[in-house]
């Protein structure tokens, strides 16, 4: 057996960014939540998929996370197929991500992949390898889980991705690229999903619309919510430490984007207060709320005007 020891996965709503804080604890590489959810975009994007499905925060364009990820420290790479795309091959792929994480793990750089326990999904940490397979870190621990069936599970996706170190941006320019990134692609209704799914304005219109026609999944919706308030909370906490970190450069219009993505996240509360997780979730079960319709509708209107207040502070930057 081979393990990394203190390697482990950081509790969050979006596994991805508890992936990869844990590997760059591990790593010895300090970033914060707020500076890992800003600087790779994730704290201002929304995808909502079919019936506001539990699979909305999975299907959008992560390439956006990986290409921005260098800024903050952070090389990440390795690959992701489905199995029907990979066909009479896909075997060979399952015996590759092996080889690669085995490789990884040896050289002490962290990893991680999609749904090491299976009917789970999201993302796992893996912390080491037997002769067997691999050994995991998420919302339980344990293993190993024979290589053979990586990829093979319930959500047939075959990802494995390495964290590796690398030298930072300057502040000033990780923020800069990170505000680029998102204002450039933020308005098309597919801005940030590969897939069927709503992303931008267009992902609140029709999570609204579902909660009116009774097309969305009550616990699914829940979900979506708390979820969707994390990366509001981590946009609003990234501000407030680009403004420590950059003082006096853009502090008025910093103090403007705080003070609008705080309001989207107390609109955001109200919609979490309306419908709150339950302890035992049905994932299958639609409802209609007109009342809940509204407020997405609130927050969609309050996430628009927060981010209309990013663009002065690039301004700022520049």
């Known amino acids: 057996m081979k393990q990394l020891e203190g390697l482990a996965i950081q509790q969050r709503y979006v596994e991805h960014m508890g992936c990869l804080k844990g590997c760059l604890e591990y790593l010895r590489r ?12 994730h704290a201002f994007i929304i995808v909502i998929d079919e019936h506001v499905d539990v699979s909305s925060p999975y299907v959008w364009d992560t390439s956006m996370l990986f290409d921005l990820a260098p800024n903050l420290g952070a090389k990440i790479s390795g690959f992701a197929i489905w199995k029907h795309e990979a066909g009479d091959a896909f075997s060979e792929r399952q015996r590759e991500a092996w080889d690669f994480v085995r490789a990884n793990i040896d050289h002490g750089l962290p990893c991680y992949g999609w749904e090491l326990v299976t009917r789970y999904g999201g993302y796992w940490v893996i912390t080491g390898y037997d002769e067997v397979g691999y050994y995991y870190s998420g ?5 190993p889980l024979p290589w053979q069936q990586l990829g093979d599970q319930f959500v047939p ?4 991705r390495r964290v590796e170190p690398c030298e930072p941006a300057p502040p000033e320019v990780a923020v800069a690229r990170a505000l680029t990134t998102v204002l450039a692609r933020i308005d098309g209704p597919e801005a940030w999903t590969e897939e069927q799914a709503y992303s931008g304005a267009a992902a609140y219109a029709y999570w609204a619309e579902a909660l009116e026609t009774g097309e969305a999944k009550r616990d699914d919706h829940t979900y979506n919510a708390t979820l969707w308030l994390e990366c509001r909370q981590m946009a609003a906490a990234f501000l407030r430490e680009v403004k420590e970190r950059l003082p006096g450069r853009c502090d008025a219009a910093l103090d403007e984007a ?4 705080e309001t989207v996240c107390r609109a955001f509360e109200a ?6 997780p339950r302890d035992k979730a049905d ?7 007109p009342e809940a ?3 997405v509708r609130q927050v969609g209107a ?3 005007r927060a981010i209309e207040a990013l663009h002065p502070v690039l301004a700022a930057l520049a």
Do not use: M
């Open 139 to 143: 919302s339980k621990t344990g293993g």
């Open 258 to 261: 705080i003070a609008r993505y």
């Open 271 to 276: 919609v979490t207060a309306l419908h709150a």
């Open 293 to 295: 319709a509204e407020l």
């Open 302 to 304: 309050a996430d628009a």
């Open 157 to 160: 996706l075959l990802e494995v």
């Open 30 to 41: 300090d970033v914060s939540f707020p500076w890992l959810y800003g600087g790779t975009g």
């Open 283 to 289: 994932w299958s079960s639609r409802f209609s709320s």
